[in-house]
């Protein structure tokens, strides 16, 4: 079964575009949440979808928002881009929603800001 | 409120020596808990995971990790360190409740020395 993808791997922006990123969980995987990695900040949770519904965010600002397409397929897209939003953003599925479920993750999409 | 803490930053091994990595956290419900590795450049990779069905979780690549309540402590162990578990590893609980987002911890980037 292949894993979690995402596309861009690498991406470089400047200061106040934006960005859209993109995630396709494991067949058959219906959560998929978003988390940035930073050397920072660590890894810190962003978002979590669950059959096209935003379950849960993160503290984050709304420049962060996200969705999930009927084939469980998730954006998340980051407008007005700052330097700090530099980072791994890593997507993660799971079969089903909640705190036992195990979630993969995706090899992560480097976003650069400049 | 849920945390996780990875007592050491870094832990520097001999090959062939036992890895220990130390992880504590704080949960006010039933905690499943997870381990997860990160290659430089790469997305997390899942070691194991506890659900309360055995207090002593095998994983992959002959990594273990006892979850002790009194303790509060899910450390991470293996017997005979190999080069290529050169990595960070990652401790990491569900939020809780109904929520199954990851809090993690800081990180241990473990070295191996020849």
């Known amino acids: 079964k292949a894993g979690v993808t995402q596309t861009p791997r690498y991406l470089i922006k400047t200061r106040g575009q934006q960005v859209t990123l993109s995630c396709s969980p494991i067949?058959?995987?219906?959560?998929v949440s978003w988390y940035q990695q930073t050397p920072g900040q660590g890894l810190q949770f962003l978002f979590e979808?669950?059959?096209?519904?935003?379950?849960n965010k993160g503290n984050f600002p709304g420049r962060f928002s996200g969705r999930q397409f009927s084939n469980s397929r998730s954006e998340m897209n980051v407008s007005t881009l700052e330097l700090g939003d530099s980072a791994l953003y890593l997507c993660?599925?799971?079969?089903?929603?909640?705190?036992?479920?195990?979630?993969?993750f995706g090899p992560g999409t480097r976003l650069l800001v400049l | 409120a849920q945390s996780v803490t990875q007592l050491d930053s870094h832990v520097s091994v001999s090959e062939g020596t036992p890895v220990l990595l130390r992880c504590n956290y704080s949960?006010?419900?039933?905690?499943?808990l997870f381990w997860y590795v990160q290659h430089p450049n790469k997305g997390l990779q899942l070691l194991l995971k506890y659900t309360s069905a055995a207090t002593l979780v095998k994983g992959i690549n002959g990594f273990e990790a006892e979850f002790k309540k009194s303790e509060t402590s899910f450390h991470l162990t293996k017997p005979s360190a190999h080069m290529s578990d050169a990595a960070e590893y990652f401790c990491a609980l569900p939020y809780g409740g109904s929520q199954g987002n990851l809090i993690f911890g800081k990180g241990t980037k473990l070295s191996v020395k020849p």
């Open positions: 979808y669950f059959s096209e519904t935003q379950r």
């Open positions: 949960s006010s419900y039933s905690p499943s």
């Open positions: 067949s058959g995987h219906r959560s």
């Open positions: 993660a599925s799971s079969s089903r929603t909640g705190p036992q479920e195990t979630q993969y």
